[in-house]
Each structure stands twice: as C-alpha cells, then as structure tokens.
C-alpha cells in the first residue's frame, strides 16, 4: 500500500464526535496533513470551526457552500486515507447501501483511498442483526473497521459500542498507511525488566521502562507484523491491539520465549530482544520477609539463564532471525561488545546503547550492528523504532532469499 499522508476526517452525528479533535491533532503531530468532512448533524454536536482551528483548514459541511471545486470530489481524489470516526449506526446503514447524501458519503462513493470506519453506538445498535450486516456487507468491499470497544455509553449503560481509543483508531490509521514491510510475518518482541524476588517484598531489577521494546512492537505491528509482546513490569500502557504475555523473572521469560517457538501454530520468523534481563539471582528465595537484623547485607546470587545462547543452539533449519540488544556504560567499546555478542551468541543483529542515552527517557541513541555494517540512529525512541524496523526487516529479506538462493 502506498505510503501516503493525507487524511481526511470524516465526523458524525455521535456524541464522541468531540473525540475527533484529539484524532486530528495526534495525526498532525505525526506529521500527517488532515482535512476535516461533517454531516450537518455532527455539527450539531460539535462546530465545525474546532476542527478549521485544529487542523487549518476549511471544513466541509454542506454541498451548498460556493466553491471552485467540487469539494467531496477534490477531496476524495486528494485523500491517501479516509478515517470515519465516530461512524454512526445510520450512517453505517446509508453507506452500506450506497447512498450519497452528504459531502461525506459522497467523498467515500468517490474515493479510491482505503477507508477505515470507526463505530460508535449504543450496544443494543451494534448487535443489531441489520447492523451487523450492513458492517458484514462494507467489510466485503474491502473496508476496514477499528472497534468498538467495551465501555460506558452515553445512555449510561454498559456494554460494546463505545467508540475505541484515540491512541488505536491512530495505530491502525498509520498501519493502514505504512509500508507494510513486515507483513504478514510472525514477530516477538520482549520489553520491560525482569525482576528476581529476595523475598515477598524485595526484587533485583533494572532501570528499564519497557519503553524502547514497546515502540518496537507497535511500529512492527503498524507495518504489518503479526506480534506477541513478551514484557516485565511495565509504566506505560500497552494498546489491546498487541497481543501479550506479562512475566516476571528470567527463567518465566525464557519459558514464554521458548513455547513460542515450539509452537507450530505460532511460530515467530523474528525474535526482538530487547527486554533487560537481569543477569543476577538470589541463589534462595526466602518465603518470609528477611529480617534486617539478619542476613540482609549479605545475599548469595546465582546466574539467570541465557537466553540468547540458549536460541543460538536451535536446529538453524527452525532458528528465527534474532536481534539481541546491548547496554553498555562505556562508549569506547560500545561497537566492539556489539561485535562480540553478534558472533558469540550467533545473532543476525545487534542494537546496541548506552545506559546514559536511553534509561528513563523519551529519546535514545543507537548503534544497528550486523556483519557488513554500523549504523548510528538517534531520536525519540518511536523515530528510532521506525528505523530499527526498517533495518530489521531490510536484513531478514536480504537473509531469507540467500537461504531461498543457497
């Protein structure tokens, strides 16, 4: 699908119609240009001068406005995506039966762009049988649907219509216009720390936030991966999209690793490594709390397992393509350490940082290490993200068709 970064907006006559500000402003933050289309109803709900502060442009409302071009036409012709969001259950019926009534289903009869279509409405709407048909009918025209969700309505019942998150009507907008470089392939990411209990109360950890792994799983998944996130403790919320597994030590997290790819049905082409595992255990777990006035000061460890060693002794013939990741303290020998657990752990690549750049905080600078080459990539962890994604899928084309050509 081709990379594309106009948008056009379309708002309903929903109460979460105020939603579609905070839509319009994260997409032109991500740098996507928005043009906002309203049936006169929504307008009802919200005024279409919000959206022209928002986004800077004139909002199309009504066919009547005079004008040079005929905007829905204009507009259909300009958009690279068309996101409906809040989609109401009239309007999903109209459009499912091919009406043009408005600027907006007239733009989406007019339109080539993909189309992507947010429902909001009450629970007992949704399921309804005409409901479902008329989503069943566009789902098999080749229009995409996110949500809805579970969730308090506005009628003050409980129950599925709520219009889904901002954060993953924007994920699956930006999936629908990524490169789909990863598509289809099967992808685990590990994130987070793990932690190694002393006691009930007390853990060896990390000071990892998960944040870098978490980036890289939704940038895999807007490009079109099939992900499992495997993660420790982690500060930041992870959107129900991506599936997941929360573990604790590093023996659960080599567990959980390992059943992945003894799976047949769910196997992972690539494993992303990028979870911090901590390299140190108490060697006894004690089941009560240990008194300070004991053995506190002093604690025997043990060693957590490899798990990178223990992918690298998989048959190669069942080994995905595995990227470790490398903290170090010392910039002098960043490149070499990255070298080193490149060969010794067997690894198609490494990303390797330092503690400085990226612990507890939003951007990081990297070092992507493979055997022809060094790239440097620095920041926000997401732009990162992006890049590492590009690399890793760029390496494990080149890698899978010298296997095909061998």
């Known amino acids: 699908m081709r990379k594309g970064r106009n948008i056009v907006l379309g708002i309903t006559a929903s109460i979460a119609a105020y939603k579609g500000v905070e839509i319009a402003r994260v997409l032109m933050k991500k740098g996507y240009r928005v043009r906002c289309v309203m049936t006169e109803s929504a307008s009802r709900f919200i ?38 969001a809040p989609a109401t ?64 309505l506005a009628c003050r019942t409980y129950g599925l219509g709520k219009m889904s998150d901002v954060k993953e009507i924007v994920l699956i907008t930006e999936k629908l216009l990524s490169s789909q470089c990863l598509r289809d392939i099967r992808v685990l990411v590990t994130a987070g720390p793990t932690r190694e209990p002393i006691d009930p109360i007390r853990f ?22 099939d992900v499992l996130l495997i993660h420790g403790k982690l500060s930041i919320r992870i959107p129900s999209l991506i599936r997941s597994v929360q573990i604790e030590t590093a023996e659960e997290l080599k567990g959980a690793i390992l059943h992945s790819l003894n799976k047949k049905e769910w196997r992972p082409d690539i494993v992303i490594m990028t979870a911090a595992v901590c390299d140190l255990k108490p060697k006894n777990f004690s089941s009560e709390k240990i008194k ?36 170090e303290t010392d910039k002098e020998k960043i490149k070499k350490e990255a070298k080193r657990k490149l060969f010794e752990k067997k690894l198609n690549m490494v990303v390797a940082n330092l503690a400085e750049d990226a612990f507890e905080k939003e951007t990081n600078t990297v070092w992507i290490t493979t055997e022809e080459e060094e790239q440097l990539k620095s920041g926000y962890k997401r732009k ?23």
């Not at 408005?102 to 989406?108: D, F, G, H, I």
């Not at 060693?303 to 069942?318: H, N, W």
């Open 47 to 84: 005024t279409p001068l919000t959206f022209e502060a928002i986004t800077g442009e004139k909002v199309v409302a009504t066919f009547w406005e005079e004008s040079k071009v005929i905007n829905h036409i204009s507009l259909a012709k300009w958009a690279d995506l068309v996101l409906v």
């Open 89 to 152: 259950a009239d309007f999903l019926a109209k459009i499912s039966n091919g009406f043009a009534d408005t600027p907006l289903s007239a733009l989406l009869l007019a339109t080539k762009a993909p189309i992507l279509l947010a429902p909001a409405m009450n629970s007992g709407m949704y399921e309804n049988s005409v409901t479902q048909a008329n989503i069943t009918r566009l789902k098999e025209r080749g229009i995409f649907f996110v949500g809805p969700a579970k969730g308090e």
């Open 204 to 225: 060896i950890s990390n000071r990892s936030s998960g944040k870098m792994g978490v980036s890289i799983a939704l940038q895999a998944f807007k490009e079109g991966a």
């Open 292 to 327: 300070k006035e004991k053995h506190l000061c002093s604690i025997e460890l043990s060693r957590t397992p490899d798990i990178l060693k223990t992918m690298a002794e998989v048959k190669p013939e069942e080994r995905p393509f595995i990227v470790g990741f490398a903290v």
């Open 384 to 406: 990162v993200a992006e890049e590492i994604i590009k690399e890793i899928a760029k390496k494990y084309k080149e890698e899978k068709a010298k296997g095909i050509n061998e």
